[in-house]
């Protein structure tokens, strides 16, 4: 339970309008009362005083002020009372950071342990490299569960683990339990994140490697490569890269930070399985000297004719024939295999349309002529013959070839290392929300109607009836 005030500035009125009744109250004018005698009337009084030490109808009157007082803050009684609930958590890699002890995830653990433990019926969602879902279920049944997890995931999918909770139970409140900010689609949010210092590996490839710096300061230390060592400075919250003779590097960063799972990654190579179809010498030399094999089924595939069919596996097809030529004028720039690739200005051979659907034009001509297609899981060529000489041929064979041996280990991954830092928390709303301000007010005025029935209205009657029972 939690009382909250809605305008707690009313509570530094208190005391001055207390003070003011009460002082109103003392030197309010005495009535005046017929004696017999003076001694009498001060001996009264002396005895009045001696017997009387409580005044009711003051503490009546500084109650009332009290309570009104009070009811102009506006009070709310905040009730927590366990219900359903969706605990979505995170799983990431920087959640293994040790800069909260023991970890971010343990830390993560325990939160999540206390609020499924008082919840009658949860889903547990844990987002990582996937999103896992377990429940609904009474909360104590799912403890096993969070007990056996690990931070291993490269990153993660916070929305989309969010919305399969709510999948799950559409009517529960959502609390995500994370050290990333807070995703605007949950209802509650802790934070995890700790301010520790890491240094990690965040790239890696033939002949460098490069680090991330999360600290506040810059890091000067040693970097393990191949067995030999290699001192390097990396700027605050910044990055800095190492070149190194090895066209297959493995690193290591001497020294502890507050994670681990960055701390070493390697590069290699493995061959690429092709499949081709048909004969080209052009073709199959280049495929050899980007470090291929021939085998089915491949990796990537390479046909000679126009696309009949959406393909399952990328499919290079080059055009059998062609009619005419035109020069390339635009090029469809957002594909990663086009990097490098020089084609404006150059004349190609018009290939057949695809007679598949799915297939959009890669490259065209001033007149708006598609000289080459592309598709989600492949590409349409001119003839091969057109290509062979081009300069761009062998770049973007490169591209689409290079990049499928390049085995890169480790957790490689700026985000993760960067660590996520603290956020204010926003606990989950209250189940149940009482406000006083009207039972405060109703109590006040009672208060006050008593006070009058005592001590004004009972002396008014008397006084009104005093003449009629003297003139019967």
Request: glycine share 8%; charged share 15%.
């Amino acid at each position: 339970m939690q009382v909250v005030f809605g305008l707690p500035w009313f509570l530094l009125l208190l005391p001055p309008a207390l003070g003011l009744v009460w002082l109103w109250y003392r030197r309010r004018q005495p009535p005046v009362r017929q004696a017999a005698g003076l001694w009498l009337w001060q001996k009264a009084i002396r005895k009045g005083r001696a017997r009387r030490r409580f005044d009711l109808r003051l503490f009546m009157l500084l109650l009332a002020t009290l309570l009104a007082g009070l009811a102009l803050t506006a009070p709310r009684v905040l009730l927590d009372r366990p219900g359903e609930l969706v605990l979505v958590l995170d799983a990431s890699a920087s959640m293994a950071a040790t800069d909260v002890a023991p970890s971010r995830l343990e830390r993560a653990k325990a939160l999540a342990r206390e609020r499924l433990a008082a919840s009658p019926r949860a889903v547990l969602v844990v987002a990582g490299s996937q999103v896992q879902t377990f429940g609904p279920a009474p909360g104590r049944s799912l403890l096993n569960q969070l007990a056996s997890l690990q931070p291993t995931a490269t990153g993660t999918d916070l929305p989309a683990a969010i919305a399969r909770g709510r999948a799950w139970l559409p009517n529960a409140p959502v609390l995500t339990i994370t050290d990333q900010a807070p995703p605007p689609q949950t209802d509650g949010y802790l934070n995890v994140a700790g301010h520790g210092s890491n240094v990690g590996i965040t790239a890696i490839g033939p002949g460098f490697v490069a680090l991330a710096n999360a600290g506040p300061g810059v890091w000067r230390g040693e970097v393990l490569v191949d067995g030999q060592r290699y001192a390097l400075e990396v700027p605050a919250n910044g990055y800095a890269s190492l070149e190194v003779p090895s066209s297959a590097p493995s690193a290591r960063i001497i020294g502890s930070d507050a994670l681990v799972l960055d701390n070493e990654a390697s590069f290699s190579r493995r061959l690429v399985r092709v499949e081709v179809s048909g004969r080209s010498p052009a073709l199959e030399r280049l495929l050899a000297l980007l470090g291929t094999s021939r085998g089915s089924p491949g990796e990537v595939v390479f046909e000679i004719g126009t696309p009949r069919r959406s393909p399952s596996r990328f499919t290079v097809f080059f055009a059998e024939q062609a009619r005419g030529q035109a020069p390339v004028f635009d090029v469809e720039r957002t594909l990663p295999y086009l990097r490098g690739v020089e084609l404006v200005g150059y004349s190609l051979r018009v290939p057949p349309r695809p007679e598949a659907p799915g297939w959009q034009p890669l490259a065209s001509s001033e007149t708006g002529l598609a000289l080459a297609w592309y598709h989600p899981n492949g590409l349409y060529l001119p003839p091969i013959e057109s290509l062979q000489d081009l300069p761009a041929f062998p770049v973007l064979l490169y591209n689409l070839i290079a990049p499928r041996g390049e085995l890169r280990r480790g957790l490689l991954n700026p985000n993760e290392t960067l660590l996520p830092r603290p956020r204010p928390d926003r606990p989950l709303p209250p189940a149940l929300t009482a406000h006083l301000a009207p039972w405060l007010a109703l109590l006040a005025a009672l208060v006050l109607a008593a006070e009058f029935y005592l001590f004004q209205y009972r002396q008014l009657r008397g006084q009104l009836q005093a003449p009629v029972a003297q003139h019967p």
